[in-house]
């Protein structure tokens, strides 16, 4: 399974598309789900079709957006340990994605081919997600998108130690007036859906017996100031 934490690849393809994102996880003792919701503002896709050059030939008549979303779908499919893979497109730019699949063990780790990785971890009963600047490196082998140089320069490596202000500053005059507000706003929520009831948690809010929200600004992951992290356990 090699595209499980959905979460984590849309935020390599939203790194310069600001908008709301809420990711729904389901895990069961059978079939696990994932379910996205994604909203983005509309200057942002003007900006995303400014780099025209990462769309293959064959995507020219879609905004990066929709081929990346798209090229996503397709990825899930060509691997046999996902299904029901539904994809659509709303009106304006609103995506829904969500797809089965039978285990989220070593998930991030196959991506890179890896024996293991530290930034998502599965026990028996148990699930956790850590990021800092120094594993962050095991993202971007994850996911390419994320090191390309003409994207590089938006997230964490490039503007460690930088301020929010001056972040927003900068992309003010990279992107625009509409952009230090965009990306201000902009948030991503992860719900996760446990077999048992939650039992110890950090990071995280619990809504239910068995049920608990991870959510962040965008902007959290652009600058990776402070680790990001969440870990629940239940019965």
């Known amino acids: 399974m090699k595209r499980i934490f959905a979460i984590l690849t849309f935020i390599s393809i939203i790194l310069l598309s600001s908008c709301q994102v809420t990711e729904n996880i389901i895990i069961s003792d059978g079939e696990n789900t994932s379910e996205s919701d994604i909203i983005v503002y509309d200057f942002f896709i003007d900006v995303l079709n400014d ?26 499919a060509s691997n046999p340990d996902n299904s ?15 797809f089965d699949f039978k285990s989220i063990s070593n998930a991030l780790s196959a991506l890179n081919g890896a024996e293991g990785n530290s930034v998502l971890k599965e026990g028996e009963n148990s699930l956790s997600f850590y990021l800092d600047i120094n594993n962050y490196v095991e993202l971007k082998e994850m996911i390419p998108f994320l090191a390309d140089p003409n994207f590089e320069v938006y997230g964490p490596e490039y503007n ?51 049920t608990c929200t991870y959510s962040f600004p965008l902007i959290d992951f652009l600058l990776l100031s402070e680790p990001m992290a969440f870990s629940i356990s239940w019965n």
Do not use: C, H, W
Request: charged share 20%.
């Open 84 to 98: 029901n893979i539904i994809y659509t497109k709303g009106s304006g730019n609103e995506y829904k994605l969500s």
């Open 160 to 210: 460690q130690g930088m301020s929010e202000a001056d972040y927003l500053d900068m992309i003010y005059y990279l992107l625009g007036e509409e952009a230090p507000d965009a990306i201000s706003s902009s948030m991503i929520d992860i719900n996760i859906t446990t077999p048992g009831e939650i039992v110890s948690s950090e990071g995280v809010t619990v809504t239910g017996s068995n």
């Open 51 to 76: 780099f025209s050059a990462f769309v293959s030939d064959e995507s020219q008549d879609e905004s990066i957006m929709d081929a990346a979303v798209r090229g996503f779908a397709d990825g899930l």
